[in-house]
């Protein structure tokens, strides 16, 4: 079945450093990649998406790169902030259905 | 708009015991699933539905019942509990297909704690 793999599971950074997290996915077909942010006993709330059809995507300080071929992708955090602190999850899925979730990376920022 | 909504938010129950946990969400969206989260392992998909009338399994369906007779609502049923369903349950939705946005919206969880 479906399978995503994200790494490192814990990533520690000095605050004003870059993070980077990666994903790579089984299922050829998937065209929907969301990142979510879950903070400590709260709901995952979306941070960024990319779509298969754009191999890059920017806001602000977060970036997500994308590679068809080699089915992976990446989470680029720029000038890291305390409270980016949280635990990130890469997902795929075909069409923004069936979305299946990486196991998840914890995010240490210190200041 | 509320969102979407979960209750309970917190549950114990014994083991063998059946229980319903209620999801709403009044943004008329198509799509509607379940995860539940354990420690260390993500999110993983319980069932989802495109649809009202329309549900599928996802990732670990063994032990759940879902049924969707509304757009609104996508309840989830324990059939007959076990420790090995101690977790935290969200329910989660998104537009559909017909549209090119595809933002999935959580509630805010139900914690379980089966005995």
């Known amino acids: 079945g479906e399978n995503v793999e994200q790494h490192p599971s814990t990533l520690s950074v000095q605050e004003g450093d870059s993070a980077v997290i990666k994903c790579t996915y089984s299922d050829s077909a998937s065209n929907y990649f969301p990142w979510y942010k879950q903070e400590l006993g709260k709901r995952p709330q979306l941070i960024i998406d990319i779509r298969s059809n754009v191999g890059e995507k920017k806001d602000q300080r977060i970036a997500v790169t994308l590679n068809k071929t080699a089915k992976h992708f990446s989470l680029h955090i720029t000038e890291t902030q305390p409270e980016d602190s949280a635990v990130y999850f890469c997902?795929?899925?075909?069409?923004?259905?069936?979305?299946?979730f990486g196991a998840g990376t914890r995010l240490f920022v210190k200041a | 708009n509320a969102g979407v909504t979960q209750t309970p938010k917190f549950q114990v129950l014994k083991t063998g015991q059946s229980m319903t946990l209620q999801c709403a969400q009044d943004m008329n969206h198509e799509y509607m699933s379940w995860y539940r989260q354990d420690p260390g392992m993500g999110l993983r998909l319980i069932h989802y539905s495109v649809g009202a009338g329309i549900t599928d399994q996802g990732e670990v369906p063994n032990g759940y019942n879902v049924s969707r007779s509304t757009t609104e609502d996508f309840p989830l049923r324990l059939l007959s509990a076990a420790p090995s369903q101690t977790s935290v349950y969200f329910c989660?939705?998104?537009?559909?297909?017909?549209?090119?946005?595809?933002?999935?919206?959580f509630g805010p969880g139900t914690r379980l704690t089966v005995l």
């Open positions: 997902a795929a899925s075909v069409g923004g259905f069936k979305t299946i």
């Open positions: 989660a939705s998104s537009r559909g297909l017909r549209t090119t946005y595809n933002e999935q919206f």
